[in-house]
């Protein structure tokens, strides 16, 4: 009843909420996306987006087919590869940006190997700018990460806006310097969060600093300080800074997967371990009320 080519393209636009970046990522023209869409909707009997010449975003009925989406394109996945008689075989090398701790990616990771037994799959939890470093360097093959204001590497994920949350409680004096709760660097974030408040000659002061997620946010809670952080992966316990708090606009930011060298067997499980990832992407930005646990190895 539903195409697989439409389902992948109606993810695509649900992830990137954008029929441009979809029509992108997937490498065809935005016509043949919008025709995908409407042939969908046709197919469902009900609008899954609802879009103006600003903003795209998904129906209640979107929601819906997010989750009967992903079934059915891991079905036809798994039968594909069944029929096919292929195995993946190899050591994969995959390096997951701290941001990723608190969201599914545990359970896609759970579900490739299930599907690929014969990858030995090696994770490492870094920073996004450690990341990009050692992918650079020839240490990892695929990277999912935050890249910075202005690259065009790497294929989108998910775009977001960064926002500045803390404590509910946490009031933010604008005669004094503003409190921050920062990951070192290269970190990403605490990047754009120094950047933009030096632009508008805001005094700040480093409350807490921790390679940790985890750190950072009970640093958070207690009250310390503020975080920037993407708006769609706020931790339980955090909330947004109100406006009034006079806090500078952080912008946006894009989380990508970036492939490394072409390394044979690596690459050809890097490339499924992708497609897997960008089919369940909106559940690593939505989904954030489930805690996930990524350790330093996964073994096959």
């Keep these: 009843m539903y195409d697989p080519a439409q389902l992948r393209t109606f993810l695509a636009v649900a992830q990137t909420l954008s029929f441009t970046r979809a029509a992108h990522r997937l490498g065809v023209r935005q016509s043949t996306v919008s025709q995908h869409v409407r042939r969908l909707e046709d197919a469902a009997g009900r609008r899954l987006f609802t879009r103006d010449t600003h903003r795209v975003d998904l129906t209640p009925d979107g929601e819906a087919m997010l989750g009967f989406a992903r079934t059915i394109l891991e079905a036809h996945e798994r039968a594909a590869a069944f029929f096919t008689g292929t195995r993946l075989r190899g050591r994969l090398r995959f390096g997951a940006s701290e941001d990723f701790v608190l969201t599914r990616l545990p359970e896609i990771l759970e579900a490739f190997r299930r599907d690929h037994p014969d990858v030995e799959l090696e994770l490492s939890v870094e920073l996004s700018g450690?990341?990009?470093?050692?992918?650079?360097?020839?240490?990892?093959?695929?990277?999912?990460?935050k890249r910075r204001?202005?690259?065009?590497?790497?294929?989108l994920v998910r775009h977001d806006a960064?926002?500045?949350i803390g404590a509910p409680r946490l009031r933010i004096d604008p005669d004094r310097p503003v409190p921050l709760v920062l990951f070192p660097p290269p970190g990403i974030t605490r990047a754009r969060a120094l950047e933009v408040l030096e632009e508008h000659g805001?005094?700040?002061?480093?409350?807490?600093t921790s390679t940790s997620l985890s750190g950072?946010?009970?640093a958070a809670r207690a009250g310390l300080g503020v975080m920037a952080h993407s708006r769609g992966l706020i931790p339980p316990g955090l909330s947004p800074v109100p406006a009034g708090a006079g806090l500078p606009d952080l912008g946006d930011v894009d989380f990508v997967l970036v492939h490394g060298r072409r390394r044979g067997g690596a690459q050809e499980a890097a490339d499924a371990l992708a497609a897997a990832i960008l089919a369940g992407g909106d559940r690593l930005i939505r989904d954030t009320?489930?805690?996930g646990s990524l350790g330093g190895r996964v073994g096959a």
Excluded: M, N, S, Y
């Design 162 to 164: 960064l926002t500045w």
């Design 202 to 208: 805001r005094p700040w002061r480093i409350a807490c």
């Design 149 to 155: 204001t202005g690259d065009t590497h790497g294929e």
């Design 216 to 218: 950072l946010i009970a």
């Design 130 to 145: 450690t990341l990009h470093q050692r992918l650079a360097a020839g240490r990892l093959d695929l990277v999912l990460a």
């Design 289 to 291: 009320g489930t805690i």
